[in-house]
RNA sequence: GCCGGUGUGGCGAAAUGGCAGACGCACAGGACUUAAAAUCCUGGGACCAUAAAAAGUCGUGUGGGUUCGAGUCCCACCACCGGCACCA
């Protein structure tokens, strides 16, 4: 009862609104009365005295039918204890919620229903409001958003645009916009067409004009064709283009998915089969960003694991190009291969392409182009599924020719074989079967020649199949020899050679592709870019809508199918479709990462029509606060690490690099909450029975006992089963600090009268008048004991919140409550405080006591809320006397106690007299006294 | 296979290299009650011993090591969880 009554005063007072520099607050607003009304002016922002910002941020959520789930809560009331903590020491906390709010399921009921998404999709974020509120977190809801907002996804589109009119530059190693791109001397346009020289036959006077509509024409002709040259070069530059390349395909969802999306070759959503299919598509160039995604890593206070995931999928190797020459039919072929040990060149026995390698038709002997086209059939047979099969046989087939190794001129045949992915590297490699275990296995099954070239450092291992570094043997050729150098040396000599000799070059490889931006659906974005009809026998090209024409709304459908062609549903809404001058709008939408890539920064500045966030507010909430920059605090749940998480640096570097947001990266530090398992320790799924609602436990016991547990379970990051029986723990541990504040015969009083007026709220709520405060708390001065007991808890709470160690902070809220219950004089100091450390653990429970306080006390009412956070005295912590272990020979023998400050002859001789030491030090001379002050003794005996 | 993480009572867990198991759950015994719920008090790693205790021995996945002293540091191994996975 208590708590929508809490929940509903924070609301009215707009208790946890944040403010932005220059924004006006009111001079009763707790922040104000706290800080000074005008705190957050300008220039006092500039100047840094107004109070420091503490961003603090939970992944929003993509609002579900099924609603809130537990694990929701966790990472949110972590954050909302923090976000509490910090408003209390004094910070201007930014602490907002959003909605992620485009997404399949919502159009999926829309195919089968006809209902609009966006009905369906208000109706959850409707149900997650409710529920998230009824939790009393402290959210700033007056920067409420949701991707779906018109408002919202207009500034998305406007991003799209700046990736889209933007390249990567290589030289300046940053994004910038496509003007300054730099083409290539043959397609530069001529500007000044008098520098053309017209060269008229000999003989032939032409006059001034005649000779000026030449020039024009012929600068015309030359810039027409340039034109289309120029555009295509372009488009080939913008850090989103267009692709045909071969995608993943999933004909259940009715769209491509991105490669991050696809798991065993099944939709990670659904668990649908995907098949590569060739398709035109949208994609935006993280790979660019590569190295910088990369090094950037080493800026930010995330967890090792979660910096390890992102390594791995950006999968850095260095290594070298090599180029193999192959003649086949009189034709000259190069085949570049990327290899990371170019060390092993003298042990290439084979190269091998990828089945989809350009080169595999050409290089294909007519004697053997039956088994070729067998084996391609093969493989095209397989499902994706069956091709990343690990267990399975290698495959491949011989091309019938052979190629050139440049190190040693031999003759070495180039194979076929789908161990070799098209999409990495060059798609071919050298094989060295003595020193690489795939090429090893595949020269096993087909009889191909190892050679070792590496010795292992222990003579004892078997050089088949090693791997790793060594001493490069039978490498000596014409013109270049490694033998006798350690891997490393054997790396930088070849590639000196390769370099010199033109077979090849060092450089850097990623397993990170460029990101599939397009989706063939309904609910998303739609791109604002519209397709023109080339010159007549030319393919259409596409062009970005100007930034006037944003929000590029969808059109309403009758029916959210693809349509029967398998175009995407949006291309039935034939008018929205054309337009006038006969070019058509691109049918595709933005995938769901889209909007979440950004809503961090819009939360700054959410209301901003002007641009996607303001300067000021950009650079005050993003600031780096003496530490690197970017949101203070970020929690969410592990499976974002490699999507959401890529992706939003990607763009936050891009914004950076042009110039819009002030950080280069988003999210200073990052926690992964741990998942919270069914109480029979498996994971929640409806197909189990053990998944538990919110709403069941906040009705049973309420949301301060729903808070304190999921703090309670154990540490933030670890995954934990729930357990019913927990959250009575830990609600008697509330109902003991009731007790501890009330008096118990007018708190039964309250109940029997409580239970008769049930039904009448307004009733009820003047029965708690009845409830009178324990007479025990009084206005008198603490003893030292109950000072050093509250300092204790202060410290520990403190330092615990500090660390993100909620449960333990918990618990020694629980020593307090289990000792000060026994105080027979409860000093309304030592208690207010007490009520400052529980509040951002029960916000509900404290309010209403400490509320209760001041007015039985008579004294003049503060907020909570902004209570100054209490600090602890060491002084009073300091014990006289304090308690010593004892050891004889390292064993635990007795404890004895002595003053703090006794000096080491004291203690030796006071450890020396213990009582239960006695019976392992008789007969036996000590040899050796170790002393650590205020910590332990151990005597040494013979 | 590679990378990261975690192994402590019946359970969730706690312990700057210094009394392992704080705090909580479950359990057992007791108080209050006609009774129950709620609440309060007490107990509790294992073994050995005992009428009961004291004392003692062992104990933080396994095996070694460093140290006066190791749950904590080092080496090797095992198990579980998460990620990546024919990435040359």
């Not at 090893?440 to 790793?468: C, S």
């Not at 029509?609 to 650079?619: T, Y």
């Not at 020396?912 to 040899?927: D, N, R, V, Y």
């Amino acid at each position: 009862m208590i708590e929508p009554k809490w929940q509903q005063t924070w609301e009215q007072q707009q208790a946890f609104r944040a403010f932005n520099p220059g924004d006006e607050i009111p001079a009763h607003h707790p922040f104000a009365v706290r800080h000074g009304a005008d705190s957050m002016s300008r220039e006092k922002v500039a100047g840094r005295q107004a109070p420091p910002k503490f961003y603090i941020l939970d992944m929003f959520p993509y609002p579900s039918g099924a609603g809130l789930h537990v694990g929701h809560p966790e990472g949110y009331t972590a954050t909302d204890i923090l976000a509490r903590y910090r408003r209390a020491c004094g910070f201007n906390v930014l602490h907002p919620m959003g909605w992620d709010s485009f997404g399949l399921p919502a159009e999926q009921y829309a195919v089968k229903t006809g209902q609009h998404p966006r009905v369906t999709t208000e109706a959850n974020i409707a149900n997650f409001t409710r529920q998230i509120k009824s939790l009393g977190f402290s959210y700033d809801w007056s920067r409420e958003l949701a991707t779906t907002d018109v408002e919202y996804f207009k500034w998305t589109q406007w991003i799209f645009l700046k990736l889209y009119n933007s390249w990567f530059n290589p030289k300046t190693n940053s994004a910038e916009p496509i003007e300054t791109l730099e083409y290539p001397k043959e397609l530069q346009l001529v500007s000044d067409w008098n520098q053309l020289v017209y060269r008229s036959a000999p003989g032939e006077i032409i006059s001034k004009e005649q000779e000026d509509d030449f020039k024009k024409e012929f600068q015309e002709d030359w810039n027409r064709d340039r034109e289309k040259r120029r555009r295509e070069y372009r488009d080939s530059k913008r850090l989103a283009y267009v692709s045909e390349a071969p995608v993943n395909w999933c004909p259940e969802l009715g769209t491509v998915l991105a490669n991050e999306e696809v798991i065993d070759g099944k939709s990670e959503v659904g668990g649908f089969p995907v098949i590569r299919k060739p398709m035109r598509q949208w994609m935006l160039r993280i790979t660019a960003y590569a190295e910088k995604l990369l090094a950037d890593l080493d800026t930010i206070d995330w967890s090792d694991s979660l910096k390890e995931m992102q390594r791995n999928w950006i999968g850095r190797s260095e290594g070298a190009v090599v180029r193999f020459k192959a003649s086949q039919n009189d034709v000259e072929h190069i085949i570049p291969v990327f290899t990371t040990r170019p060390d092993t060149l003298f042990g290439a026995t084979y190269l091998v392409l990828a089945p989809e390698h350009s080169f595999v038709k050409s290089l294909t002997t007519e004697a053997q182009r039956k088994a070729v086209a067998a084996y391609l059939d093969s493989i095209k047979a397989k499902s994706d599924l069956e091709r990343t099969e690990l267990t399975k046989e290698k495959t491949g087939v011989w091309t019938g020719s052979v190629a050139t190794n440049p190190v040693n001129g031999q003759q070495i045949p180039i194979w076929i074989a789908d161990y070799v992915l098209a999409s990495y590297g060059m798609g071919a490699i050298m094989a060295v079967p003595a020193h690489d275990t795939r090429d090893f296995e595949f020269a096993q099954k087909f009889n191909l020649p190892v050679i070792q070239v590496v010795q292992p450092h222990d003579p004892m291992k078997d050089w088949r199949g090693y791997t790793d570094d060594g001493i490069a043997i039978n490498s000596t050729g014409p013109d270049v020899f490694i033998t006798g150098l350690f891997t490393s040396e054997a790396k930088t000599k070849i590639i000196t050679w390769l370099e010199t000799n033109g077979f090849g070059y060092k450089t850097i490889n990623y397993k990170l592709r460029d990101w599939l931006f397009s989706r063939q659906r309904y609910w998303g974005e739609p791109f604002p870019i519209i397709w023109k009809k080339g010159p007549s026998g030319q393919p259409p090209y596409h062009e970005a809508l100007p930034e006037s024409a944003l929000p590029l709304l969808p059109p309403t459908l009758e029916d959210y199918k693809p349509t029967p062609g398998g175009e995407p549903p949006l291309a039935r809404a034939k008018d929205w479709l054309n337009l006038p001058d006969g070019s058509i709008r691109e049918t595709n939408t933005m995938p769901q990462w889209a909007g979440s890539c950004w809503y961090y920064l819009r939360y700054t500045d959410a209301k901003n029509a002007q641009a996607f966030v303001g300067k000021d507010a950009d650079s005050y909430w993003m600031a780096s606060n003496g530490k690197a920059a970017g949101v203070d605090l970020y929690v969410g749940g592990t499976e974002h690490a490699v999507l959401h998480l890529l992706y939003a640096r990607f763009w936050h570097k891009v914004l950076f690099d042009l110039g819009y947001v002030s950080t280069p990266e988003p999210f200073y530090k990052l926690v992964n909450q741990g998942l919270i398992l069914g109480e029979d320790g498996q994971k929640m799924s409806k197909s189990r029975g053990n998944v538990v609602n919110p709403d069941d436990v906040l009705v049973e016991y309420g949301a301060d006992a729903f808070r304190l547990y999921e703090m309670f379970m154990g540490p933030l990051q670890d995954v934990k089963p729930w357990n019913t029986k927990g959250v009575e723990g830990v609600y008697r541990f509330l109902g003991r600090v009731w007790r501890l504040f009330v008096d118990e015969k007018a708190e039964t009083a309250f109940e029997q009268a409580e239970t008769l007026a049930a039904e009448n709220a307004e009733q009820r709520q003047e029965l708690l008048d009845l409830i009178l405060l324990d007479g025990g708390v009084t206005e008198i001065d603490a003893t030292a004991a109950q000072l050093k007991t509250l300092h204790a808890c202060i410290k520990k709470v403190t330092e615990d919140l500090d660390a993100m160690r909620f449960n333990t902070a918990i618990s020694a809220m629980m020593v307090f409550v289990n000792e000060a219950i026994t105080w027979q004089n409860k000093p309304l100091p030592v208690m207010k405080t007490f009520l400052q450390l529980l509040a951002p653990f029960a916000p509900h429970l404290a309010e209403e006591l400490w509320a209760r306080l001041h007015s039985t006390f008579g004294l003049r009412s503060s907020s909570l809320p902004y209570a100054p956070w209490p600090k602890f005295d060491p002084a009073l912590l300091v014990e006289s006397e304090i308690e010593i272990p004892v050891q004889v020979n390292g064993k635990f023998r007795d404890v004895i106690k002595v003053a703090a400050d006794a000096d080491n002859a004291t203690i030796e001789a006071t450890a020396k007299a213990a009582e239960k030491a006695q019976p392992f030090l008789a007969g036996k001379t000590i040899k050796k006294v170790i002393i650590v002050p205020k910590k332990m003794v151990n005597l040494i005996v013979a």
